[in-house]
Structure formats: structure tokens, C-alpha cells
């Protein structure tokens, strides 16, 4: 089976992909509540035969194609679940859903996968060994839909696994390479400060929590400064802090809400006690008090070498040298990291931007959409990458 077979398979099946995408950007759902997404997509691959399609989770779908003769076992994963978004495209497939959008492309990445699926399956007595193709849910929230699906045994004699997210900041027709630390372990903290409130007019007989919470979240940022190694990859954010009610009063307490993102393992299991001893003299020094909690997200992301090197070698094959993009780590975060930790493996980005026709806006904005060429572009990723594992 040559590249341009392959490739040509997954042309004839663009339409297609695009229909399912719209389709799905149309009826969106939230993590861990993808009914009807998973129906459509168990339905969808029952029809194209040759496959056993199960349902590992409530909300999730996994398809087998196991070939005639023996060989390697290759996971292929896309993600399913929407985000509490009130879409502000007006395209005639924009969300019937109400404060529910695909604002990240999931839509597509599922599509992507429904294509390379349709495309593998007619071709069940050229593969050696298998490929399964692992529709996700709930990669938005934490704990996670990556997680539910490994301990439902989903990973079990895979022996690579590969995964791909379409890219707005990425023009159309790159692919992203990432060998190594690719994205981050996301984590959550939430702090509370504790004083006296009173008149705004006499602050001498009050505790301000909020001065007092101010100077956490300025001094929080000596972590990643001043406690830290400056070659080491560590975001500390403050998202939120919320406090007080009218204009003459101090409150009593203030609440703050944030992120640590981080790639090395010891760094991560440092950060939250660094961030609680900042947070334990400001308060005591102030005479307040506080509430610490944190919780460790999804593991970074860390791309195999070998794995990577082979999915280069299939952008360069499929699309040409030009179309690699060797990008640098980013700090988000990814539930994908969860397979990687039963197999090798390498997720890799699709440039789904285009600023000629206005494609601009960033992920997780009301008006974010793809450049729907770049489905296709998926579809031959997955297709030639079972072409270099199991063909």
C-alpha cells in the first residue's frame, strides 16, 4: 500500500469528514455528558463493517480493525466533548445547543478519526496486526475521560499509540512535531484569605483580606523568579480572585482560584508547598489566616523519541519536508498523557489556521473555527502512520 493510494483514499472521503464535523459542531455536548456524540459515532462505525466497535464508558466508543495476519497493535485517539461556550459564529452549522460549542476542535479531531477509520476498514486483509481507534470523552475536565478509558482496558498489548489536535495558531497545512516534553502537568489551587472585615472609612480595626491578597498573589510570582531554576519550565497564575461587596466595606475574606503548569516531576510535587509557605508568612505576618488546596492534574505530555521520529517521517512522506513544523513545548495541558503512560507514544498538531480567510481567533473563544482543509490533512496522518505500523 503506497502513500498515494492512501492518500488519495482519504480525498475521497473529505466531504464526508467535513459533513461529520459540522454535524457534530452543530450538536455539542460537555464532558462527560457526550450521549448523543457517542451514539452518532458508535452508529457511524458499525456502518462501515469490518470493525468491532464497543463502548468502553458510558460516554466513550472504541473501534477495532484487526487485520489477517499478526503484527503491532497502534491506538489512534481523538476527543469528543464541547465547552460551556455560547457560540458566536453565524455559520448555518453554528451549536443548536445553547452556552455549549465546539470551541476547540474536537469536532474535528473526531471526524479526522471517522475518516481514517472508514478509509482503514476497507482495507481489513492488508493489515498486519491491528489498529484501534479511541473516541474520547471528557479531555476538558479533570479527572478526565483518557484515564476511564485505560483503566477500562482500552491500552491493553497496544504498543504505540498517537494522537493529533488541530492548531488555530498554526496555518493550515503544518503539521507540529514535539519530541519529548510536549505540554504540561495542569494543576489547580484554590486559596482563601481570612481577616476582619469593617468600614471601609477605618481600616485600622480591620484585617484587609484584601490588601493581604494582593500581596499573595504579587509575591506568588518570587516562585517562579526567585525559588526556582530559570531553566526550569513552571507557570504560576492567579485566574480569579473574588472578594467584597459594595464600595465602603472590607470583607472579611477573599477567595483565589489558579493554575501551576510545570514538566519536571520534582518541580511539580515542590510547587504547592512553595506556594503555601509564601501564602502561610504573608497571612501570618498580617495577622489573617487561610485555607490552602491543590490538586494535581493530567501528567505532562512527553512525546517517545522513536514514536516521534516515526511520525515525522510519515509528515515527510505524506505531505513533504516543508509541511514539518518542529515546535516548541507549550504550557496547556492534555489527557492524552494517560495513554502514554501504557505505551509509547506522540501527539502532534495540524494547522488549522488561515488568516486569508479570517480563521484567526484563538481556542476557546466564541468565534473559533477551523480551516476544514486541514481535516483532510489529519485523515492522511492517521491513515499513513497504520501504513508504517501495521501495513
Not at 11 to 39: D, Y
Not at 255 to 283: Q, Y
Not at 361 to 368: G, T, V
Not at 374 to 380: C, I, M, S
Amino acid at each position: 500500500m503506497t502513500t498515494t493510494t492512501l492518500n488519495d483514499a482519504a480525498e475521497q472521503v473529505r466531504e464526508q469528514v467535513i459533513a461529520w464535523r459540522r454535524h457534530l459542531h452543530q450538536h455539542p455536548e460537555l464532558s462527560f455528558h457526550e450521549e448523543k456524540t457517542a451514539q452518532f459515532v458508535y452508529e457511524t462505525l458499525l456502518s462501515f463493517g469490518n470493525l468491532e466497535v464497543s463502548r468502553p464508558t458510558k460516554t466513550s466508543v472504541m473501534a477495532r480493525l484487526i487485520g489477517s495476519q499478526p503484527g503491532r497493535v497502534l491506538a489512534m485517539r481523538a476527543d469528543m466533548d464541547a465547552l460551556p461556550i455560547t457560540e458566536e459564529n453565524d455559520f448555518d452549522f453554528a451549536s443548536k445547543n445553547p452556552g455549549v460549542m465546539h470551541a476547540c476542535g474536537h469536532d474535528g479531531h473526531t471526524s479526522m478519526l471517522l475518516g481514517a477509520a472508514k478509509v482503514l476498514s476497507g482495507m481489513k486483509d492488508r493489515i498486519k496486526g491491528e489498529v484501534r481507534f479511541f473516541f474520547q470523552h471528557a479531555e476538558e475536565i479533570y479527572p478526565g475521560g483518557a484515564e476511564e478509558m485505560v483503566q477500562a482496558g482500552v491500552m491493553d498489548g497496544v504498543d504505540l499509540v498517537i494522537g493529533a489536535h488541530l492548531w488555530a495558531p498554526m496555518e493550515y497545512g503544518k503539521v507540529g512535531i514535539v519530541s519529548g516534553p510536549m505540554m504540561a502537568a495542569p494543576d489547580t489551587f484554590w486559596i482563601t484569605v481570612f481577616g476582619k472585615g469593617g468600614h471601609a472609612a477605618l481600616p485600622h480595626q480591620t484585617i484587609d483580606s484584601i490588601a493581604i491578597g494582593a500581596q499573595v498573589v504579587t509575591n506568588l510570582q518570587h516562585i517562579v523568579s526567585r525559588n526556582t531554576d530559570p531553566l526550569d519550565n513552571l507557570v504560576v497564575s492567579v485566574t480569579q480572585f473574588i472578594g467584597g461587596t459594595t464600595h465602603n466595606v472590607i470583607p472579611g475574606s477573599v477567595k483565589m482560584w489558579g493554575t501551576v503548569r510545570s514538566f519536571d516531576p520534582k518541580l511539580r510535587e515542590e510547587a504547592p508547598k512553595l506556594m503555601e509557605r509564601v501564602v502561610k508568612g504573608i497571612t501570618e505576618a498580617h495577622g489573617a489566616t487561610y485555607e490552602f488546596k491543590y490538586e494535581f492534574g493530567y501528567r505532562p505530555v512527553i512525546n517517545d523519541a522513536e514514536v516521534t521520529r516515526l511520525m515525522e517521517e510519515v509528515v515527510v512522506e505524506t505531505l513533504g519536508a516543508e509541511w514539518v513544523d518542529h515546535m516548541r513545548p507549550n504550557m496547556g495541558g492534555e489527557d492524552f498523557s494517560a495513554f502514554q503512560q501504557k505505551a509509547p507514544g506522540c501527539f502532534f498538531y495540524i494547522g488549522a489556521g488561515n488568516k486569508e480567510k479570517g480563521i484567526v481567533y484563538p481556542h476557546h473563544h466564541a468565534r473559533f473555527t477551523i480551516d476544514e482543509d486541514a481535516l483532510e490533512v489529519g485523515v492522511k496522518m492517521f491513515v499513513n502512520a497504520a501504513r508504517k505500523v501495521v501495513m
